[in-house]
């Protein structure tokens, strides 16, 4: 099992470009997330999806799209990049539906810079 | 926002010491999980502690909850170089089980 993988692994973007984040689980998760790491910030929640069909937004939605593909896929899509997110993202998956706690699996991270 | 908030901010110790890492929430808590993560990698799940349990351990871990004092510790034991990593504690609250990370420990075990 690969887990979760995440493509790409790096990426430099200038401002006002676009791009998609993708993330992939072969774990059968219900539910998927994806967070930005900056420096001394820890995790910040961007969006997430509870099931198949279903998103939600997080903590820092603004500037961001995402679609659940299907089970296995999650994808994130910057439509004009801002050097403000310029950051680490992080795709993640758990087994529930966000009913109960669950154990979160992430995937590699890709790094982006926004010039 | 930052439930946890994880203490100290960097840690840096000798192979064979203890490390003890603390984690102080501000609300009422479903259960508190410790998560891992290696430089330039995603996090790795440690151990998840219910609100409803006190001490839980994992082979050299050991996590100790207060919710009394809306508290939990994670103590490393006969540290080794490769425990060098940060680790961040994550809660839940009230009606969502979406973790809430904290900023994290930098811990340096030095060999």
């Known amino acids: 099992n690969a887990g979760v993988t995440q493509t790409p692994k790096f990426q430099v973007l200038k401002t006002g470009q676009s791009m998609t984040l993708q993330c992939a689980q072969d774990?059968?998760?219900?539910?998927m997330y994806w967070y930005r790491q900056d420096p001394g910030m820890g995790l910040r929640l961007i969006y997430y999806s509870a099931s198949e069909g279903t998103t939600d937004k997080g903590e820092v939605p603004n500037g961001y799209n995402v679609s659940r593909l299907n089970k296995r896929e999650f994808s994130l899509r910057l439509e004009s990049a801002a050097p403000s997110q310029t950051s680490v993202y992080f795709c993640a998956s758990s087994r529930g539906t966000i009913t109960s706690t669950d154990t979160q699996y992430f995937g590699p991270g890709t790094r982006l810079t926004v010039l | 926002s930052q439930q946890g908030e994880e203490d100290p901010q960097a840690l840096s110790i000798q192979e064979g010491e203890n490390a003890t890492m603390n984690c102080s929430y501000k609300t009422s808590i479903n259960n508190l999980q410790w998560y891992r993560q290696n430089s330039g990698r995603g996090l790795v799940h440690l151990i998840l502690i219910r609100s409803n349990e006190r001490e839980k351990h994992s082979g050299r871990l050991r996590v100790t909850l207060d919710t009394s004092k809306k508290s939990s510790s994670l103590l490393i034991t006969a540290s080794r170089a490769a425990d060098t990593a940060s680790y961040f504690c994550a809660t839940d609250s009230g009606g969502s089980y979406i973790p809430t990370f904290g900023r994290g420990t930098s811990l340096i075990v030095h060999p």
């Open positions: 774990m059968n998760h219900n539910s």
